[in-house]
């Protein structure tokens, strides 16, 4: 092996051991995007067991182009493949967790699951919300990060669908909450079940001005990203009895609210009453520079994140005017740097 052949193989080994360090650093799971065929097949799959004279409607059901009966008995494949065709990704996804969402299909999951949202900490697969008392969580996979809420499960909410690139939305949401409880009810009786649902996890008045002012925008549109309340973003475990604080403690266990926004943005939202700031009556500095390091990593990490005083609630009409002006001046700004 010449000098520059030595060279170039001891730049590669450090290039490769440098990816590698930054993955272990971040916990990135690299994971292939599926190619839309794959996902196409995988529908298709899914959709065989539908009787053929019944793939018609069922098809329509999912947003597809209608045809005949006599088609769908000379191939179903063909039949669903066609209809496929030419939708992008965005659509086949659409398409499949509609699927997912009345069937089970191990692949086709595995597929969607590739295709959700992605960030420098990993995928987004378990989303934790809406809780009304701390749950308790084991990692009863760490090969498949596969969770397990072992205390108060039921009083916290789990989305465990894909997340696609659209981000998630208010009829997405009401979908799968519609799913998860088997319910009948009609899409706006759904919706307003689950919002109040989402009201009983807050518990101050500002937190509930800000739900209830974003929620004004679902009966007009209720394709608007869905604004999460009480999202856990760590779960530590650890009892830390007063004056023996474990050393790095995770600060912010819990996000008052997120927004997952077209174009992979994620938008934090906290509302600050004086224990970020304060200890009692007196200012501590220390508190608050935790929060603020907590914000930086944040940000570092992809998030948008903006915090609201709580003097800023003080009036209730003031509030409600001051939210309702940020959340238009919010849908107007340039997407984040993506996760």
């Not at 989305?159 to 009829?171: M, Q, V």
């Amino acid at each position: 092996m010449t000098v520059e052949e030595q060279s170039r193989l001891c730049r590669l080994i450090h290039l490769r051991t440098h990816a590698q360090r930054e993955r272990h650093l971040h916990n990135v799971r690299v994971t292939p995007a599926p190619k839309p065929q794959s996902l196409r097949n995988a529908i298709s799959a899914a959709l065989y067991e539908t009787k053929a004279h019944s793939l018609p409607q069922r098809c329509v059901s999912l947003g597809l182009e209608d045809g005949t009966e006599d088609e769908a008995y000379a191939s179903k494949n063909s039949y669903v493949q066609k209809r496929l065709a030419r939708l992008p990704i965005d659509e086949l996804m659409r398409v499949a967790q509609d699927i997912l969402a009345d069937q089970d299909d191990a692949d086709l999951e595995e597929l969607a699951a590739q295709a959700g949202l992605r960030g420098v900490q990993g995928e987004l697969q378990n989303l934790i919300f809406a809780s009304t008392a701390k749950p308790e969580i084991v990692l009863r996979d760490a090969t498949r990060n596969v969770i397990e809420i072992t205390r108060n499960a039921d009083k916290c909410l789990v989305y465990d669908k894909a997340i696609p690139d659209t981000g998630l939305t208010w009829r997405e949401l009401v979908r799968w909450w519609t799913a998860k409880n088997q319910s009948q009810l009609s899409e706006e009786e759904a919706g307003r079940q689950l919002w109040k649902r989402l009201q009983e996890s807050l518990d101050s008045a500002p937190e509930r001005y800000l739900l209830r002012t974003y929620s004004t925008q679902y009966r007009d549109n209720p394709d608007v990203p869905a604004l999460i309340p009480q999202v856990w973003l760590h779960y530590d475990p650890f009892l830390r009895p007063k004056g023996r604080p474990r050393p790095e403690p995770v600060e912010r266990q819990r996000m008052d609210f997120l927004l997952l926004m077209p174009g992979r943005r994620c938008v934090v939202l906290e509302i600050d009453g004086k224990h970020h700031y304060a200890e009692g009556n007196r200012a501590d500095p220390h508190a608050y520079a935790r929060m603020v390091r907590e914000d930086r990593r944040l940000r570092l990490a992809g998030y948008e994140v903006y915090r609201f005083g709580g003097a800023e609630f003080i009036d209730e009409h003031q509030a409600i005017t001051m939210l309702t002006q940020f959340f238009t001046d919010l849908t107007r700004t340039s997407s984040s740097p993506s996760l």
